[in-house]
C-alpha cells in the first residue's frame, strides 16, 4: 500500500523558515511529479510547489522566491524549503504524488495525511 507520510510543520514566526518532508513508501513502480499543496480555513485548495522527474519545478505566486522545492529520486523524497514566511502561509500543506503502485500499469496522484503550518505574525 502506497503511502506519503508529511513531517516538519509547526508554528513560526512571521519572517521566520520551515522545512517540510514527504516520504513515499509502499510498493511503487515510478514517481512522475511530487508536489505540496495547501489549503486554509474557507479556502480552496492550492498548489504551493511541484517538482518532476528531471528536476523541473513550478511555483504558486504567492510563493515565488521564498520557496524552494526538491526531490530525492532514490529516496522517494520531496522536501519544501520555506523562508521568510507570511500569516498568509497558516494552512494545512498536503504532499501529493503521482505515481505508478508496483502492481498497476497506470498512473494515479495520491496524498498525504498533512501538517498544519502556523506563521504568526
Known amino acids: 500500500q502506497v503511502q506519503l507520510e508529511e513531517s516538519g510543520g509547526g508554528s513560526v514566526q512571521s519572517g521566520g523558515s520551515l522545512i517540510l518532508s514527504c516520504a513515499a513508501s509502499?510498493?511503487?513502480?515510478?514517481?512522475?511529479?511530487m508536489g505540496w499543496y495547501r489549503q486554509a480555513p474557507g479556502k480552496e485548495r492550492e498548489l504551493v510547489a511541484r517538482?518532476?522527474?528531471?528536476?523541473?519545478?513550478h511555483y504558486g505566486d504567492s510563493v515565488k522566491g521564498r520557496f524552494t522545492i526538491s526531490r530525492d529520486n532514490a529516496k522517494k523524497t520531496a522536501t519544501l524549503q520555506m523562508d521568510n514566511l507570511k500569516p498568509e502561509d497558516t494552512a494545512i500543506y498536503y504532499c501529493q504524488a503521482y505515481l505508478r503502485p508496483g502492481d498497476s500499469p497506470m498512473y494515479s496522484f495520491f496524498w498525504g495525511q498533512g501538517t498544519q503550518v502556523n506563521v504568526i505574525s
Open positions: 509502499g510498493a511503487i513502480g515510478s514517481i512522475n511529479t
Open positions: 517538482v518532476i522527474p528531471g528536476g523541473t519545478t
